[in-house]
């Protein structure tokens, strides 16, 4: 009876980890994969995986995501403060090239490096590698992977998860004989390490991190590790525990050997030393051995099901509030998901394909950032080099901010919170940095790359690296597009306490050091950023290329966006008066958005845009997005330009550029030409032949964004691009299905969120709203804008006047520009535009329907 009572817990708890599966929301393969952008992502936040599928030796490809090179190093520059006048001189003169050279001297050293920590090797003793009926997939429905095929003549099945709530990985191995699971289990690692079996079911893997790794390959030293085991550099440990059902394990050297298994659960938990930010993790660190047994030992005390309920149960609690339907073509979905890619360019008759990216960027964040954890970086998790592109690192100049833009906006409110948390470190660290490289008492910085440390000191190698280039180094504006997020994450949750105790402070502290940092222009009365850059742009002027000059379009519109957001955050907690009338004294006399020559939204401080310019960074187009200062409502001729601007630049670029530029039509309530990137974005990147970086984005067959190489923003990006086509909420009003594009004429999204604690519901067809529920988190005014006329079916709606009574949903204001008087302007399509407000209960659905 025993027996039969847990076979009934058993498919009782299987059904119920099953019940919300959805069978599209699968990547699915034929084949297992050979390179690392076929392999499948698994992640909890901490621990990463990559689960290539292997039918004769299975790879687990390994990261945690405290595992980085190095040690705190602060980098700051002694000699900013006497350099900083120079600069600032030789820009006033117009000598541009001697400002660069003057800051070569202001640099500090590079971030350090994201790592892999190892992999775990299953080796079977099959003679074939492919097997018949072969499968694999990754469910989004559940952050499952599954691996399926049959040899000699038995089907065996692999399920693997990461667990946030039981830190560990988790793999289960079936087969439909009994006693026929054989293998052998080995730890590795591209590190130093080493590998032992402590007991029969135990495997052991002991590793450490180099303290440096080099930023260049011209460098005398690459890969440098501390010859002491107590020094410099990272530790680390991965346990491997496995349970037999039926059968034997045991252990044969640095291996562990099943044999003749019914089943087996292999339970994996890893730890680092990391001890914090501003702890050397080789001498002041935690013992990682303490923490992967403490994980380990409670995990083995649960059944596979057990661990796979908890993890189900915590993984869709996020993933399910969102559900995108944009149609779905039976034939299509019936076929692998890397063959749909490949067919996409052709047919681009796939819309389910569509809602697979859509809702698997959802899913990467879930994977890549919870709470506790440290925020997605370059590639999230994941990263299996010990020299990743660009260090695998936090680019502060649009991708780590790009990873967050669906934090919000797509219901994943808790996955932000990485981001948040580590601004608190670099807050410490900023203030030093303002300190001794400029010479200012109060506030934060931080400059182009971060990382584990919170490094807040201008990259660029000192002055020893003649690559290293001001274009991208002299940018100390990466604090202040990290205090947008605060204010957006209050805008959408209104969670006061977050306003009082986060997000004031550190945004507070960004405005005092921008206060301190802002000069006065020498040819006109506004205030003025010098030196400054346009991230990773050149002016080009008369066969000649200059980095550095005063002002850029970006650096004023991201203070804008700042000082806004401090003036209503004080206003807001009814604190801090004086420093809000400093903040507003600023913010009035700000250089001001020029529309040039071209009707192009100026990049620069003079009108020095070059119309054939195809850069992939458009950083002046901030305003537009994510910034709220740009509308086609309110400022039309602002949208004008920068619609001029993006056509100068046109659509195909790096993957994260042209996920931004998905973002940018949409706010301009061009679903077509968002659409038509979105589709661009969908091109076949096949990793196995070779493709130089930045030659023009696309997708791997595992759907992650080719930069190429693969970066997680354009992922992201592209995610929030997706929304974005479908519900805006920065203009002072909900826009619901402002950028509908031709290509999804019938389709629903249920449980995006809005400015206003607002969750909406929306269902269209041909094109237009059909109807839309609206779920009020905070109460207040819900006000919406729609392209056909509407009412409401529970209250009764009032025509607008004024800006709105809702303070988490008020438009930004006022913007000043001056205008080339010759320039011709873009024109803007707006469709009909209708406006209704209404009272809202906290709790309470709204339902939306057309007027007959």
Not at 343 to 355: E, G, M, R, S, V
Not at 460 to 466: F, H, I, R, S
Not at 468 to 488: D, I, K, N, Q, Y
Request: glycine content about 8%; overall charge neutral.
């Amino acid at each position: 009876m025993k027996r039969i009572a847990s076979l009934i817990a058993i498919c009782i708890g299987s059904f119920a980890v099953n019940a919300q599966s959805d069978p599209h929301l699968k990547l699915w393969y034929n084949k297992p994969a050979q390179a690392w952008e076929e392999a499948l992502p698994l992640g909890n936040g901490k621990t990463g995986a990559m689960v290539f599928g292997k039918v004769k030796t299975e790879r687990y490809q390994l990261n945690d995501n405290t595992l980085w090179s190095g040690f705190p190093d602060p980098g700051n520059n002694p000699n900013g403060p006497m350099v900083l006048p120079q600069v600032r001189k030789a820009v006033f003169e117009g000598d541009y090239i001697k400002a660069a050279d003057l800051w070569k001297k202001m640099q500090g050293p590079y971030s350090a490096r994201y790592l892999p920590m190892g992999d775990l090797l299953l080796e079977f003793p099959y003679t074939d590698t492919l097997g018949i009926g072969y499968y694999r997939d990754l469910d989004l429905s559940n952050a499952i992977t599954t691996v399926r095929y049959t040899t000699g003549g038995i089907q065996y099945q692999r399920e693997s998860f990461t667990s946030f709530p039981d830190k560990v990985m988790v793999i289960r191995l079936t087969a439909n004989k009994s006693k026929s699971i054989n293998f052998i289990t080995t730890l590795t690692s591209k590190l130093r390490y080493s590998t032992k079996a402590t007991a029969n079911n135990l495997l052991v893997l002991t590793g450490k991190a180099p303290k440096f790794v080099a930023n260049r390959d011209t460098e005398p030293k690459q890969v440098e590790y501390d010859d002491d085991p107590k020094g410099e550099g990272m530790n680390f440990e991965v346990q491997v525990y496995i349970k037999t059902e039926g059968g034997t394990v045991k252990q044969a050297e640095n291996k562990l050997e099943v044999a003749n298994a019914d089943a087996v659960t292999i339970y994996l938990a890893e730890a680092t030393s990391f001890n914090g930010f501003n702890k050397s993790p080789g001498k002041e660190g935690k013992d990682p051995h303490i923490e992967a047994s403490a994980n380990l030992k409670k995990a083995i005390t649960a059944s596979w099901v057990q661990l796979k309920q908890r993890h189900v149960s915590d993984y869709q609690s996020l993933f399910n509030r969102v559900k995108l339907d944009l149609g779905i073509n039976e034939a299509a979905v019936k076929q692998p998901t890397d063959e749909r890619l490949l067919q996409f360019a052709n047919t681009k008759d796939d819309n389910q394909l569509q809602t697979l990216y859509y809702q698997f960027g959802r899913y990467l964040l879930i994977a890549s950032s919870r709470p506790g954890s440290r925020p997605a970086n370059l590639q999230g998790i994941w990263n299996d080099h010990v020299q990743p592109p660009w260090g695998s690192n936090y680019t502060t100049n649009i991708n780590t901010e790009m990873n967050y833009w669906l934090a919000e906006n797509t219901n994943l409110s808790e996955c932000h919170q990485p981001l948040f948390a580590f601004m608190k470190e670099l807050a410490v660290n900023g203030a030093l940095t303002a300190k001794v490289n400029y010479n200012i008492d109060e506030g934060w910085v931080t400059h182009h790359n971060s990382d584990l440390w919170a490094k807040t000191s201008p990259p660029g190698g000192y002055d020893w690296d003649p690559r290293g280039m001001p274009r991208w180094s002299c940018w100390p504006m990466a604090g202040v597009w990290f205090s947008t997020h605060l204010w957006e994450h209050y805008l959408f949750t209104g969670d006061r306490q977050f306003l009082q105790s986060t997000a004031y402070p550190l945004m507070k502290g960004s405005a005092q050091f921008m206060l301190h940092w802002l000069i006065r222009d020498s040819t006109t009365p506004y205030l003025v950023t010098n030196p400054s850059t346009s991230p990773e742009n050149t002016i080009k002027l008369k066969g000649k290329e200059y980095q550095v000059a005063l002002a850029s379009t970006m650096d004023m519109s991201l203070l804008r966006e700042l000082f806004t957001a401090v003036i209503r955050s004080s206003e807001a907690l009814n604190i801090d008066a004086g420093f809000r009338n400093k903040a507003q004294q600023a913010l009035d006399q700000l250089y001001p958005y020029h529309i040039g020559q071209y009707g192009q939204l100026q990049e620069w401080y003079g009108d020095w845009d070059d119309p054939n310019d195809k850069h992939r960074h458009l950083s002046h187009l901030f305003g537009l997005y994510p910034g709220s200062q740009i509308t086609v409502q309110q400022t039309p001729e602002l949208a004008a330009a920068a619609k001029q601007s993006l056509i100068h630049r046109g659509d195909v670029s790096t993957g994260w550029s042209m996920a931004w530029k998905i973002n940018w039509w949409a706010r301009l309530q061009d679903g077509d030409h968002a659409y038509k990137i979105l589709s661009d974005a969908f091109t076949y990147i096949d990793p196995l032949k070779e493709k130089g970086q930045m030659s023009g984005g696309g997708t791997y067959p595992n759907l992650f964004d080719a930069h190429p190489p693969f970066q997680i923003d354009g992922n992201f990006g592209a995610t929030a691009g997706i929304t974005e086509m479908l519900l805006q909420s920065h203009a002072g009003y909900l826009s619901l299905l402002p950028a509908l594009p031709a290509a999804w004429p019938v389709g629903s999204i249920k449980g995006i969120k809005a400015r206003g604690n607002f969750m909406v519901d929306i269902q269209w067809k041909d094109g237009k709203l059909a109807t839309a529920k609206i779920v009020s988190g905070v109460g207040g005014i819900c006000r919406i804008k729609t392209t056909t006329p509407v009412k409401i079916v529970e209250v009764k709606a009032n025509p607008v006047q004024g800006s709105n009574a809702n303070p988490l949903n008020i438009a930004y204001g006022k913007v000043v520009y001056e205008k080339n008087a010759r320039a011709p302007l873009q024109s803007i399509d707006r469709e009909g535009e209708y406006v209704i407000e209404f009272p809202t209960v906290k709790g309470k659905t709204y339902t939306v329907v057309g007027v007959k």
